[in-house]
């Protein structure tokens, strides 16, 4: 069970970023999908998940309205698109997987998951 998360990068508060989540090793339709970051000196923090087939999400707080989780089974790949960044949105994102029964499982925690993969920075200047 592989993931990489890449896209990450330096980009003016306003701005946009998408970042991929890229799965080998199992089935991606069978993991719920999920997005956590770690800002400095701050805890992981769960960001946004994606059901097996999409049919959930879930998100934070405060990146809901602007961040939007989708998922291409065919392709192995998750997205995060964050819209209208914020000098608070800079991190280390991190793309994690929890194999789940239920459809609509969707994760809320860091805690949550089985599998991880290496983080992508995000800094966003004001």
């Known amino acids: 069970v592989q993931l990489q998360a890449s896209g990450g990068g330096l980009v003016q508060a306003g701005g946009s970023l998408r970042l991929s989540c890229s799965v080998s090793?199992?089935?991606?339709?069978?993991?719920?999908i999920g997005w956590i970051r770690q800002a400095p000196g701050k805890e992981r923090e769960g960001v946004s998940c994606?059901?097996?087939?999409?049919?959930?999400?879930y998100y934070a707080d405060s990146v809901k309205g602007r961040f939007t989780i989708s998922r291409d089974n065919a392709r192995n790949t998750v997205y995060l698109q964050m819209n209208s960044l914020k000098p608070e949105d800079t991190a280390v994102y991190y793309c994690?997987?929890?194999?789940?029964?239920?459809?609509?499982?969707?994760?809320?925690?860091?805690?949550?998951?089985?599998?991880w993969g290496q983080g992508t920075l995000v800094t966003v200047s004001s």
């Open positions: 994690a997987a929890k194999r789940v029964s239920q459809i609509y499982y969707s994760g809320r925690t860091p805690g949550d998951y089985d599998y």
């Open positions: 994606s059901s097996r087939r999409g049919g959930s999400t």
């Open positions: 090793g199992f089935s991606l339709d069978a993991y719920a």
